[in-house]
T-cell receptor
Framework: GAVVSQHPSRVICKSGTSVKIECRSL??????MFWYRQFPKKSLMLMATSNEGSKATYEQGVEKDKFLINHASLTLSTLTVTSAHPEDSSFYIC????????????FGPGTRLTVL | KNEVEQSPQNLTAQEGEFITINCSYS?????LHWLQQHPGGGIVSLFM???GKKKHGRLIATINIQEKHSSLHITASHPRDSAVYIC???????????FGAGTILRVKS
C-alpha cells in the first residue's frame, strides 16, 4: 500500500529557532501534498496545499512567511516553521494525494513540535 | 454550525458490542473519508466513500448522499479498536478535506 513518512516524528526546539519537517511518499509519486495542523483535543485543519514545482497554496489565516513549504520533488515536501514560538507547538501531519484517485489521500504519521 | 458534525463525541463500549458512529455534513462533497487516530497521533485511512457501502473486516461504512449522512459501524468491538475516529469530507469545490471533531471510542474488556 501507499506509504507516507514524516521526519522527525518528534522535535523540541528553543524559541526563535527554525524547524524543518519532511514529508515523503515512499512508493509513489505525489504531485500534491497537504500540510495539516492539529491542536490538542481538536481536529485537523488544513494549513496549505503543496504542489510540486510551484508555490504552495495557503489557507486563510496561515502565515506563508512563518510556515515555508517547499515541494521540490515528486516524493518530498518540506514544512519549515521559522522563528518558532511556543504557540507554534502542535502536531503537524502531512498527506499525499494518490496518483491513481484524485479523491484519495495517504497520511503521514505526524510530527509533534514542542517549542520551549 | 460546522460543515461536518460527528456524533457521539465520546463513546464507551463493552468488548463485543456493535458500535455506530455518525457523520453529517452540510456541503457538497466528492468523497467522504473515515480515519482512525491512535494515541500518539498517527492517522490511518479506513475508508473512502462516494456512494453506497464498504466493508473491511469488522468495519462497515455507509453513506447516503441525498441525506448527507454517513455511518461507521464496528462489529464485535475489541479494546484495540479504542481510538479517535474522524469523518472528513472532500469538498466538491475547493479540493480540500474538512474534518469532523472526531469521536473518542473506548472499548473496555
Amino acid at each position: 500500500g501507499a506509504v507516507v513518512s514524516q521526519h522527525p516524528s518528534r522535535v523540541i526546539c528553543k524559541s526563535g529557532t527554525s524547524v524543518k519537517i519532511e514529508c515523503r511518499s515512499l512508493d509513489f509519486q505525489a504531485t500534491t501534498m497537504f500540510w495539516y495542523r492539529q491542536f490538542p483535543k481538536k481536529s485537523l485543519m488544513l494549513m496549505a496545499t503543496s504542489n510540486e514545482g510551484s508555490k504552495a497554496t495557503y489557507e486563510q489565516g496561515v502565515e506563508k512567511d512563518k510556515f515555508l513549504i517547499n515541494h521540490a520533488s515528486l516524493t518530498l515536501s518540506t514544512l519549515t516553521v521559522t522563528s518558532a514560538h511556543p504557540e507554534d507547538s502542535s502536531f503537524y501531519i502531512c498527506s499525499a494525494r494518490s496518483p491513481l484517485d484524485y479523491n484519495e489521500q495517504f497520511f503521514g504519521p505526524g510530527t509533534r513540535l514542542t517549542v520551549l | 454550525k460546522n460543515e461536518v458534525e460527528q456524533s457521539p463525541q465520546n463513546l464507551t463500549a463493552q468488548e463485543g458490542e456493535f458500535i455506530t458512529i455518525n457523520c453529517s455534513y452540510s456541503v457538497g462533497i466528492s468523497a467522504l473519508h473515515w480515519l482512525q487516530q491512535h494515541p500518539g497521533g498517527g492517522i490511518v485511512s479506513l475508508f473512502m466513500l462516494s456512494s453506497g457501502k464498504k466493508k473491511h473486516g469488522r468495519l462497515i461504512a455507509t453513506i447516503n448522499i441525498q441525506e448527507k449522512h454517513s455511518s461507521l459501524h464496528i462489529t464485535a468491538s475489541h479494546p484495540r479498536d479504542s481510538a479517535v475516529y474522524i469523518c472528513a469530507v472532500l469538498l466538491l469545490y475547493g479540493n480540500k478535506l474538512v474534518f469532523g471533531a472526531g469521536t473518542i471510542l473506548r472499548v473496555k474488556s
